[in-house]
């Protein structure tokens, strides 16, 4: 069975770091590609940062700089740094992988970035 647990989220101040991390089990294959999604109350899920197999990485344009997708080592685990976060950065935070369409989540959790 495919999990995935995000931890690190927490209350941080604007200007502050936060490092999440997101660590896979259950899994026989190699995802094609593992990200970072965010959602805020009243919003859509969004997608932060993701990393392909081959190492490209792609961010949200408000993020760029200061968040930074790490991931694909042997423990299965994938890392998002948060530097320079702002109040717009408050969500849960979800991980996901994915293998051809199918997508798994983990179950998310809370950034709240104080002004």
């Known amino acids: 069975q495919v999990q995935l647990v995000e931890s690190g989220g927490g209350l941080v101040q604007a200007g502050g770091s936060l490092r999440l991390s997101c660590a896979v089990s259950?899994?026989?294959?190699?995802?094609?590609?593992m990200g970072w999604y965010r959602q805020a109350p009243g919003k859509q899920r969004e997608s932060v940062a993701t990393?392909?197999?081959?190492?490209?990485?792609v961010y949200k344009d408000s993020v760029k700089g200061r968040f930074t997708i790490s991931g694909y080592n042997a423990e299965n685990t994938v890392y998002l740094q948060m530097n320079s976060v702002k109040p717009e950065d408050t969500a849960v935070y979800y991980c996901?992988?994915?293998?051809?369409?199918?997508?798994?989540w983990g179950q998310g959790t809370q950034v709240t970035v104080s002004s």
């Open positions: 996901a992988i994915d293998r051809g369409w199918t997508r798994y």
């Open positions: 259950g899994i026989s294959f190699s995802p094609n590609v």
């Open positions: 990393i392909a197999s081959d190492g490209r990485t």
